[in-house]
């Protein structure tokens, strides 16, 4: 009986010792994490057991110390803080590190004493500035316009992406290319656009931690072409064309008028002293006739004399008055 309860009781403490040795672990949440500069970041431990110094380290120095037994927490400046995540619980402890830098960015290391220290590694991001230098830019109707968008102390290098009029503009418009300059990163990204109509282009830079990006814009005032000088030429000298065309018209019309002037005076002259003539031939003839008048002259031979006087006459007037 007694060697029994012997046995039991010596599996039991086996049980025990090597349950509290698998339960003792520490365990880190997240294992990387990410954040903003200027932003405070959380790791979580969660000690199975009892402990009594747990300790964190920040990019290799130790910030925070936690003692259990006195319930004492001591950062080693304000920026570190630790809490218990439930005040009745100590397994779980939530360390913070806030106004993040760019030094904390490594390993962040809990050491609960007894155990093997736990890492997480912890990133910072940076973001810096945005500019378009050229500003706002005035093209030409249908003209190519291009712009250059520069961001400044950035790390990592920041995705750069273009809208016109809040709309993206195809990637395959720009051209972006980074330079490291200290431990951060200058970026210049380069669109080319057509633009038709005026437009509010923003140049966009962002990072995984960003909620919004961050942008700069300027505006592209349309102007419409100016006249095409070829145009401009032509016009004048279609317009000039026609002036002296009129001109000339104008100086033909005068010198006809003041020629047939003339004309109808001089034809107005001969056609009196041609229509006295006549009159004298027919007067001769008529003496003539009146001579030969004794002698017989057929009726219609007279007539014909009368016509061609009178056709001739008539001629005369046609081409005077007509
Ligand atoms: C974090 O930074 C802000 C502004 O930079 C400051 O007001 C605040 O006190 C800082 N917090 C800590 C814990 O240093
Ligand atoms: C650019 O154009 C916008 C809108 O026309 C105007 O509000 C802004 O002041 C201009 N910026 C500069 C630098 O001229
Ligand atoms: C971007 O432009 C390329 C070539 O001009 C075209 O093949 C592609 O479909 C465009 N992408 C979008 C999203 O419009
Ligand atoms: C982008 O760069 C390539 C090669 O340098 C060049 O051929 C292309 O025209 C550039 N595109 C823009 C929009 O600048």
Redesign the pocket.
Known sequence: MIASWKIWFGLMSICLLQCRVVSQKVQLEPLSSTALRDSDVQFIATIQGDWEVTNWGVGGIQVLTIINSTNSIIPSVDRFSARFCVSTNRNCVEFIIHNVTRADAGEVVCNVQGHQPVTAQLFVQESGTVSIPG??VTVMQGGEVELECVTTAWFPAPTISWTQNGRAVNSSLYNTTSTPDGDSFNSTSTVRLTASRNARVDCLASLSTLTAPRSSS??IEIVPKPPDWTVLIAVVVSFGSCGLLGFLILVIVICYKHRKEKKRNYQDEMRRVTTHNQLSVIDTSEQVRGQVNEYYEPENQRNDTSDWTESGFLKHRHMTFV
Do not use: I, L, T
Request: no cysteine.
């Open positions: 500003g706002n300027v505006y």
